[in-house]
């Protein structure tokens, strides 16, 4: 998902694979920033693809073959326009974050950080989120469709999103009574983009994996935190997406039950 206060990328996926000699499964990780491993570190244009992703992760774990065709700012959507055809049909396990994008998440991060956002501005930032929600349903089901069409033999994970903030963490004068109000906000509304995620993934006998309890303590703010803090408070050109850690000890070990 591309989150925080930059634009995501709309370019055309870019294929990186990572090829284990002994490999016995082979592994496509689709959708957005979040599983192209955007904010791990050394990522490649034009996707913001990295390495040190989840991806990388579970290949490692499993000892599969692995392409990663994700790209961060797709949608469901572009997910199945750009990035199906090049799945490969002897795919036998795919994983994908996807959704995010679809409605106006960074939009509504952005609005409720600002400084000089009002409440009101804030929640209707995250209200126009939740309204687009209702559309995801849909959207996704035809991405899903697609992916099982090229790929028929493969496990498909679907995997859900971190909350990007620890609210009791935001005290004066850092942050603003607005501001932790709306990341309380925001935390609502990612639950209740997983939980649209979640019912449409096994609407379609997808399987999905929920990854915010791991995520539990290593939001924005925290002493250990598994995500990547926005300026002034860090630096990564993908704030509010996991850093190494949170892909290997958040995505990866939430993946780990379901292979």
């Not at 040190?52 to 392409?67: E, F, I, P």
């Not at 961060?72 to 199906?84: D, S, Y």
């Not at 930032?125 to 995801?136: D, G, P, R």
């Not at 993934?201 to 929920?210: D, E, G, M, T, Y």
């Amino acid at each position: 998902m591309s989150l925080g206060l930059i634009a995501g990328i709309a370019g055309a996926p870019a294929i990186a694979q990572t090829t284990t000699a002994q490999a016995t499964l082979t592994y496509t990780v689709m959708g957005d920033s979040y599983s192209a491993g955007s904010g791990a570190g050394n990522e490649t244009a034009p996707c913001g693809q990295s390495t040190s992703g989840y991806a990388n992760d579970v290949a490692a774990m499993t000892g599969a073959a692995l392409t990663n065709i994700a790209c961060a700012g797709f949608t469901t959507t572009q997910v199945a326009q750009l990035e199906v055809p090049q799945l490969s049909p002897a795919t036998k396990l795919i994983t994908i974050t996807a959704g995010g994008n679809d409605v106006a998440w960074t939009t509504a991060v952005g609005t409720c950080l600002s400084p000089a956002a009002t409440a009101a501005m804030c929640k209707a930032a995250v209200a126009n989120s939740i309204y687009l929600m209702t559309k995801v349903p849909k959207n996704a089901t035809t991405m899903l469709k697609a992916i099982k069409a090229k790929a028929p033999h493969a496990r498909i994970l679907y995997l859900g999103y971190p909350r990007l903030f620890e609210p009791e963490n935001m005290g004066a004068p850092t942050f603003t009574a607005t501001q932790v109000s709306g990341a309380k906000l925001l935390n609502g509304a990612a639950d209740l983009l997983n939980g649209v995620l979640a019912v449409t993934a096994l609407s379609n006998r997808v399987a999905f994996v929920p990854v915010a309890y791991r995520f539990a303590g290593h939001a924005v703010p925290s002493a250990q935190p598994w995500l990547n803090y926005p300026a002034p408070f860090g630096s990564s050109a993908f704030p509010f997406h996991p850093n190494a850690t949170g892909y290997l000890d958040g995505y990866a070990a939430a993946i780990r039950p379901f292979l």
